[in-house]
T-cell receptor, first 115, second 109 residues
Framework: DADVTQTPRNRITKTGKRIMLECSQTKGHDRMYWYRQDPGLGLRLIYYSFDVKDINKGEISDGYSVSRQAQAKFSLSLESAIPNQTALYFC??????????????FGPGTRLTVL | GQNIDQPTEMTATEGAIVQINCTYQTSGFNGLFWYQQHAGEAPTFLSYNVLDGLEEKGRFSSFLSRSKGYSYLLLKELQMKDSASYLCAVRGGSYIPTFGRGTSLIVHP
C-alpha cells in the first residue's frame, strides 16, 4: 500500500462549487503540506502543518482552507472553486527532525479541473 | 523571500552526461534537495546537500556551494528513463522547502 494517498485522483467541477481534497499517510510523519503544480510554475506551497491543529499559510493560500484533525490526515478545501484553481495538487509529508535530511514524500496527486 | 532559478529545458543523448544547475537566494539556508518527477507522477527524492561539496549516489551526483548559492545535479550514463523534470528545492530559515520551476530533461536515443 502507498504511504501517502490522495482522494480523489481526478475531479471535474464547476465554478462556485465547494471541493475537498483528502490526504492520508501511514508514515507516522508530523509534518504535512499541500502544493499545487501548474505548467511552467513548479510546485507552490498552499498550506502546511507541523502537528495536529497546527495550520500555516504558504505562498498561495488565498481561496483555500485546510484542516488537520488527525496526524495522518490533512484535507484541502476550495470553498468556492474558480477556473484558475485548475491544477495538479500534491500532498506531501516529512519527518519532524530538523537536523537531518528529511525529504518530503509526495502523494500521487489530484488533478482538479474547474469549469 | 527566496528565489530559485534553474533552466527550463535541457536535451541530452543516451549514454552521455548532463549537468542541471540551480542557483538560489534565500533567507537562511538549511539544505538543498533534488527531486525527479516523471510526467503526471509525484516527485521522488534524489539527493540532499547541506554542506559544500559533492554527494554521489550511483549515476547521480549533487554538488553544493553555499557561498555561491549554487548547486548542480549530475547525471551520468544517461538512460531513456531519465527523461523527466528535475526539481531543485531549498530549505530556508523557516525549514520549509521552496521549489524551483523545474528543469525538463529530454534524453534522445
Amino acid at each position: 500500500d502507498a504511504d501517502v494517498t490522495q482522494t480523489p485522483r481526478n475531479r471535474i467541477t464547476k465554478t462556485g462549487k465547494r471541493i475537498m481534497l483528502e490526504c492520508s499517510q501511514t508514515k507516522g510523519h508530523d509534518r504535512m503540506y499541500w502544493y499545487r503544480q501548474d505548467p511552467g510554475l513548479g510546485l507552490r506551497l498552499i498550506y502546511y502543518s507541523f502537528d495536529v491543529k497546527d495550520i500555516n499559510k504558504g505562498e498561495i493560500s488565498d481561496g483555500y482552507s485546510v484542516s488537520r484533525q488527525a496526524q495522518a490526515k490533512f484535507s484541502l478545501s476550495l470553498e468556492s472553486a474558480i477556473p484558475n484553481q485548475t491544477a495538479l495538487y500534491f500532498c506531501a509529508t516529512s519527518d519532524q527532525d530538523r537536523e537531518t535530511d528529511n525529504e518530503q514524500f509526495f502523494g500521487p496527486g489530484t488533478r482538479l479541473t474547474v469549469l | 523571500g527566496q528565489n530559485i532559478d534553474q533552466p527550463t529545458e535541457m536535451t541530452a543523448t543516451e549514454g552521455a552526461i548532463v549537468q542541471i544547475n540551480c542557483t538560489y537566494q534565500t533567507s537562511g539556508f538549511n539544505g538543498l534537495f533534488w527531486y525527479q518527477q516523471h510526467a503526471g507522477e509525484a516527485p521522488t527524492f534524489l539527493s540532499y546537500n547541506v554542506l559544500d561539496g559533492l554527494e554521489e549516489k550511483g549515476r547521480f551526483s549533487s554538488f553544493l556551494s553555499r557561498s555561491k548559492g549554487y548547486s548542480y545535479l549530475l547525471l551520468k550514463e544517461l538512460q531513456m528513463k531519465d527523461s523527466a523534470s528535475y526539481l531543485c528545492a531549498v530549505r530556508g530559515g523557516s525549514y520549509i522547502p521552496t521549489f524551483g520551476r523545474g528543469t525538463s530533461l529530454i534524453v534522445h536515443p
